[in-house]
């Protein structure tokens, strides 16, 4: 009896382990607006997690991609007069706005 507790224990344990981490994607939201190009689902990869990019242009959010990105950072800089900021989660759809 241990050993088949054992052995279905096991089994769950490398299902929940293979399961792959789901992302957002949408590829342009603009504003307050919704998904406008690439809405769906992303499956990561080993080295993947779910990533929000936002610009801001003078602290207005003009708009946001969402994808599964491999070796993701969480990341703010500014260039040329917008402010990007990357946010990176390892859990399902964690990268939603």
């Known amino acids: 009896m241990d050993k088949r507790f ?6 769950f344990c490398c299902i929940d382990a293979v399961t792959p ?5 949408c590829h342009l939201h603009l504003k307050l607006d919704r998904c406008r190009r690439g809405y769906g689902v992303c499956l990561a990869h080993k080295s993947e997690s779910c ?10 959010l003009q708009l946001s991609y ?14 040329s007069n917008r402010t990007y900021t990357h946010y990176c989660c390892k859990a399902d759809y964690c990268n939603k706005e």
Not at 6 to 11: C, E, H, K, Y
């Open 6 to 11: 054992l052995l279905v224990f096991s089994l």
């Open 21 to 25: 981490l789901k992302c957002i994607t």
């Open 51 to 60: 990533m929000l990019l936002k610009i801001y242009k003078d602290y207005t």
């Open 66 to 79: 969402m994808v599964c990105q491999r070796f993701c950072r969480n990341l703010i800089f500014t260039f």
